[in-house]
């Protein structure tokens, strides 16, 4: 039987590797259509938790986890001798940038040389993680071909399926968000289709895995370029006298040949701000400069840089320095209504706040404390002394923000996500982005 017979049958075993925000989900929807799974992570703490049905993942309710945990289609493991006994191996470890502002695959590498020893023929791998284009062709299929003396595409197959995990996202997730594949041979791109559509309704099939790896970065930079546009035009209507929520809104009434995009403190998440820069640094080897990606990381980078000049204008106004000044940063997950705070630009405006002295605390409903650079750090419990803050500096549009309370009760607002567009009294109070 072959892997394409032994997917589509669902006789195959899938093994998951790299259990956080994008394979957890993934597993789960996986073991959902009746394929076994085999979660690996060398996180054992998270390990044991998933094997006691607890999931740690915001998008993931551990009521939907443990009845696949105790019917064993999922079991979560450290060891990657599973390895050799499954079909398919999809890996989700992650990929960021080191502080160079390089790809960083070392997680990558770390991951294949564990799995590298259990490799068997006939197998099916599919890396997930964002990467450069080339990567998976030239990279991680001769990586484990070296490490188990095999040939990709005649003993094994490899690919590239670019993740779509959106975080808090309650309309699109693993099911119905289309799947994007490209395979090293054709036999491998029939195989990864099959395994694909057996838990996802839509799956489109590209020629190869360079352009599967393109596409994952068309997708992020052409958001991290609009962002950094409208970042650009939030402090050119600062300067105009304009309301920049007012432009954008305005212009999106044009029923066609627009499409907004907001404004913030600068771009966090695990994708958007790390994945131009994997094509930045590939155009970089081959004397390209990606000069649009470049100057919106410029633009996007520098925001949390403004938004504390901001709040120091706002200080001034107020006639108060901003060092002694207490202020409150009310929200540290980069996006609404998630816990996720990696890369998040609230993180660089807090430290931004403190090293110009001022005294700086945060709440967050769902980030109640954070490690950054190994050092944890501790929000605050409520808001019940928020009268005491010179200013507070909404970083982050959770829904559970009462923001109407929170101008009422505020000295000053320093709003970056328009979170109070609806407030009618104490505008007097509000400085927008």
């Known amino acids: 039987m072959t892997l394409k017979d032994r997917i589509v049958s669902r006789e195959a075993k899938v093994a998951v590797v790299g259990l956080g925000y994008v394979g957890l989900p993934l597993a789960v929807r996986i073991a959902e259509v009746g394929l076994r799974t085999h979660g690996i992570d060398v996180n054992a703490a998270r390990v044991g938790r998933i094997n006691e049905g607890v999931s740690d993942i915001g998008d993931v309710d551990s009521a939907d986890l443990a009845p696949h945990v105790s019917a064993g289609t999922l079991s979560a493991h450290t060891d ?91 309309r699109f997730g693993v099911r119905n968000t289309t799947k994007i594949v490209g395979a090293m041979t054709e036999g491998g791109g029939e195989a990864v289709q099959a395994l694909y559509e057996t838990f996802i ?91 649009f990606i470049e100057l919106a990381d410029s633009i996007n980078t520098g925001m949390p840089t403004y938004v504390v000049r901001l709040v120091q204008d706002a200080l001034n106004d107020a006639g108060k320095a901003t060092r002694g000044s207490k202020v409150l940063v009310l929200g540290v997950a980069y996006k609404n209504d998630i816990d996720d705070y990696r890369e998040s630009p609230a993180i660089d ?70 979170a109070t567009r609806d407030i009618q009294t104490n505008r007097d109070k509000i400085r927008l982005l």
């Open 80 to 170: 990657f001798s599973v390895i050799s006994e499954v079909d398919a191996v999809i890996i989700c470890v992650p990929t960021p940038l080191s502080k160079t502002r390089d790809p960083d695959i070392s997680f990558i590498v770390k991951a294949t040389e564990s799995i590298s020893p259990f490799i068997r023929k006939g197998q099916l791998f599919v890396l997930e993680s964002t990467t450069y284009p080339g990567f998976t062709r030239e990279v991680l299929g001769p990586t484990l071909e070296q490490a188990s003396g095999l040939t990709a595409g005649v003993d094994f197959e490899v690919a590239f399926s670019p993740e779509r995990i959106d975080p808090g996202n309650e």
């Open 201 to 291: 309704d839509t799956v489109k099939v590209v020629s190869s895995p360079d352009a599967a790896e393109m596409v994952k970065l068309l997708e992020n930079t052409f958001r991290a370029v609009n962002i950094g546009l409208v970042n650009e035009l939030a402090v050119m209507c600062h300067k105009l006298g304009l309301n920049t929520w007012e432009v954008i809104d305005a212009a999106a009434t044009k029923p066609f040949g627009f499409m907004p995009f907001y404004p913030g403190p600068g771009l966090g998440g695990h994708c958007i701000p790390i994945d131009p820069l994997y094509l930045s640094w590939k155009l970089r080897s081959l004397n390209y400069q990606a000069r």
């Open 349 to 418: 405006v807090i430290d931004l706040l403190a090293a110009k002295g001022a005294d700086v605390d945060f709440y967050d409903p769902y980030v109640p404390k954070y490690v950054e650079a190994g050092t944890e750090h501790e929000g605050i419990a409520d808001l019940s002394e928020l009268e005491s803050y010179d200013a507070v500096v909404i970083a982050t549009q959770h829904k559970a923000f009462d923001y109407g309370e929170i101008v009422e009760r505020a000295q000053l607002v320093v709003d970056t996500r328009n």
